[in-house]
């Protein structure tokens, strides 16, 4: 079945280690997608990607960074300079485009210990 | 600036009562308009969306949804509610690119038995 995969679902890191979040699709998307998810806040987009070697920042880029090497893969990186990393991350992707939606994969729980 | 309010942050109604969630948006342009569901620890699955067109947009899980240029507003109705629509509510715009999204902050629904 088509979809988005991300990995792990629950990630635990120490305070000053970077951490990388896993997204891979299947849905042959050339757009990708990278949110946060913090309580009474909604989703915020920290990167996306529209098509492979090229991503923007979104609005809360600072302390985040990706790469696209692949159509299929958006890997996300939580550096040691984001303030507050603790948050539920979602992916997801979308066909190029305003008219079409997103598909959003099941998200990954990061906790700073 | 672009952005969507969700007015309600929480809303309880009784099993079998009708529903009405609320969201207003300001947007320049012509927007794209989705409702999406998200059960705990999960990701986002779409309940419909507005591009063009006939302005009561029907979705999945008997969820309708009309757009009222003159209020700015995509407020999402279902006649009965069922025990298993328990879960939160997100509005949101495209923003040029179906995925890049403002979401509102979203809308917490229990059920009553």
């Known amino acids: 079945d088509g979809g988005i995969t991300q990995s792990p679902k629950y990630l635990f890191r120490k305070e000053g280690q970077n951490v990388t979040l896993s997204c891979e699709q299947n849905l042959n998307h050339d757009a990708m997608y990278w949110y946060r998810q913090d309580p009474g806040q909604g989703l915020r987009l920290i990167y996306y990607?529209?098509?492979?070697?090229?991503?923007q920042k979104g609005d809360i880029a600072e302390g985040y960074s990706v790469s696209r090497e692949k159509k299929e893969s958006f890997p996300l990186t939580v550096t040691s300079a984001q303030k507050n990393p603790t948050a539920f991350y979602l992916c997801?992707?979308?066909?190029?485009?305003?008219?079409?939606?997103?598909?959003f994969g099941q998200g990954t729980r990061l906790t700073v210990v | 600036a672009q952005s969507v309010t969700q007015p309600d942050i929480h809303i309880t109604v009784s099993e079998g009562a009708s529903l009405e969630l609320r969201c207003n948006y300001s947007?320049?342009?012509?927007?794209?308009l989705f409702w999406y569901v998200q059960s705990p620890g999960q990701g986002l699955q779409l309940l419909l969306k507005y591009f063009s067109g006939d302005t009561l947009v029907q979705g999945i899980k008997g969820f309708e949804a009309e757009f009222k240029r003159s209020q700015s507003s995509f407020n999402l109705r279902k006649p009965s509610v069922h025990w298993s629509d328990a879960a939160e509510y997100f509005c949101a715009v495209g923003v040029n690119q179906g995925g890049k999204l403002i979401f509102g902050q979203g809308t917490e629904l229990s059920v009553k038995p």
């Open positions: 997801a992707s979308s066909k190029r485009g305003g008219d079409t939606e997103a598909f």
């Open positions: 990607s529209q098509i492979v070697n090229d991503f």
């Open positions: 947007y320049g342009a012509t927007p794209y």
